[in-house]
């Protein structure tokens, strides 16, 4: 950095500039700018040593302004934000290979978000880092990983003047960036507004139980599914729910979900035993997907394709375990992708890299696979009894079994970076650049010795279920992870820790 007595004659000099000499010919300065929007950082930082002039043009703020945001960082920011944006470059990708780091090594702060009260935990979902949890006792709570806030409300359920007993179970809760929705045992269905406050701002009533929820991820769109119907909910203009679409199934939906990016006419995919469904509001429900005796075991959607898992039934020996791929809009089947005598039980590909999808078998092994291909990239073998949750990004992934272990791999080497266990199976996992979300949610949700007379304390914390929240942007590890003095850089001469009262000489290692 330059001293700033330094610094002025270079600002009028910059000021002064109208032509920048190129070789043989003089060029106007925005004609020279045009050029060197086409250079990397490397190339521009190699110009800025020719001379005085290209210095000044090298560093100018429209290129790296430009830079930053095809590197994909401070996307929501102007120009005019930052004084300095070669330094903001430099601060963000420094800023992305420690966080890196941490996710390599574990390095991190991690929190248990327990609720006492709740009894056993039902289901567990995530968005852009906030967490919402429904419980046997009929709670649904909310947190806030990205302050840390621990103490945020607990949404209010419909209360009607006759309610004296228990509340029901919650079956399904979901979340987005505006709403929040619980489904309960009874077929009740709540919708909050987050901005709003802790009382509901809709419900209705299904007359059986709730077998599939579905939340947009943008807008104000719920589906559910009970029994053999389907029925999607959506506010007009002005604000009042109305029912936008009903739909009359042959059989019992397993999975549901809303097409992301569709908000004029909700779009829902469900899977009913062995038929994909594709549904679209005002318009009757058209099948996708049907083969006899080969029902789907997962399923996700992305704005153009689903993928879900089948499963065959022996009888057809030379088709095994696959995972089918269709576009949305021809209703075609684009890849047929796996080879696997175990079921797919997850499947990832809204959240995954583009012209990527991980997937999840009771064989054991999580799969990666290029959409632009049929072969799996990797397989990677973990968990014992089979996957139950998995998500990747570009340089990773993490994964959930059924015994309860999360693990998280580095995905170019094939290689396990670290793990960790708790005693139910791994149902919910959702990640970002900073922070990891999972939750163990309990198969048993009346475990013996417990009974709905007993006050909410007596279930023991064995049988409740936990929500862990790692963050990787703080350079701290919990209290029961490993020892400083195993984890010192080599820096000083000699480390040593009181409290075991050993001292290193490192320079003799």
């Known amino acids: 950095l330059q001293k700033p007595n330094e610094l002025f004659p270079l600002l009028s000099f910059q000021d002064e500039i109208n032509e920048v000499p190129f070789f043989d010919v003089q060029l106007p300065y925005e004609l020279a700018l045009k050029i060197f929007q086409y250079l990397s950082k490397t190339e521009l930082g190699r110009c800025a040593q020719v001379s005085r002039t290209w210095k000044v043009l090298a560093e100018d703020e429209v ?14 920011t102007s120009i005019s934000d930052r004084s300095c944006w070669k330094l903001a470059l430099k601060n963000c990708r420094a800023r992305e290979r420690t966080l890196k780091t ?25 968005c852009d880092g906030v967490v919402i949890a429904g419980y046997t006792s009929g709670d649904v709570r909310l947190w806030d990983a990205r302050t840390w806030d621990y103490t945020a409300p607990i949404l209010e359920p419909v209360r009607s003047p006759g309610d004296a007993g228990p509340q029901p179970h919650v079956s399904f809760v979901r979340i987005n960036s505006s709403l929040a929705v619980a489904a309960y045992e009874d077929g009740t269905i709540s919708v909050w507004n987050l901005m709003f406050g802790r009382e509901p701002i809709h419900h209705y009533q299904h007359n059986q139980r709730i077998q599939a929820l579905a939340l947009g991820s943008e807008g104000a769109t719920v589906a559910t599914a009970s029994g053999f119907e389907v029925k999607v909910e959506s506010p007009d203009d002005r604000g009042v729910w109305h029912t936008t679409g009903t739909f009359e199934i042959q059989k019992l939906v397993n999975f549901l979900h809303l097409v992301p990016g569709v908000l004029q006419s909700p779009l829902a995919v469900a899977a009913a035993e062995d038929i994909v469904y594709l549904l679209k509001a005002e318009h009757p429900g058209k099948i996708l997907h049907s083969v006899y005796g080969q029902p789907v075991t997962c399923l996700d959607v992305s704005a153009r394709e689903a993928a879900f898992g089948v499963k065959t039934l022996g009888w057809v020996l030379n088709e095994p375990n696959q995972i089918l791929l269709y576009n949305l809009e021809t209703s075609q089947c684009l890849k047929k992708m796996g080879n696997s005598i175990g079921d797919f039980t ?48 570009d340089w990773k992934i993490v994964s959930g079994g059924e015994e309860g272990l999360v693990c998280v791999w580095d995905q170019r080497m094939g290689t396990k970076l670290w793990d960790m266990h708790a005693r139910h199976p791994v ?22 010795g417990t009974s709905s007379l007993d006050d909410e304390l007596t279930t023991h914390r064995k049988h409740r279920g936990i929500i862990y929240a790692y963050e990787f942007s703080v350079d701290q590890l919990a209290v029961e ?18 409290n075991l009262g050993l001292a290193v000489p490192y320079d003799n290692i």
């Open 63 to 76: 290129l790296w302004y430009r830079l930053c945001q095809q590197e994909g960082y401070l996307l929501d």
């Open 102 to 126: 941490n996710w390599k090594n574990r390095i991190g702060a991690v929190s248990q978000l327990g609720y006492e009260l709740g009894k056993i935990l039902c289901d567990v979902h995530t």
């Open 346 to 393: 997850c499947v990832n590909l809204q959240n995954s890299p583009p012209n990527m999808l991980v997937a999840g078998n009771k064989d054991r092994r999580v799969r990666v696979f290029d959409l632009r291909k049929s072969e799996s990239l990797c397989s990677l073998y973990a968990h014992q009894l089979g996957v139950s949750a998995v998500q990747m990004d």
């Open 427 to 448: 149902r919910h996992i959702w990640f970002n650049s900073h922070s990891l979300i999972t939750a163990n949610i309990p198969d048993e949700k009346t475990p013996r």
């Open 481 to 498: 992870s490993v020892l400083p003095i195993c984890r010192s850089s080599y820096d000083e001469v000699t480390g040593y820790n009181y």
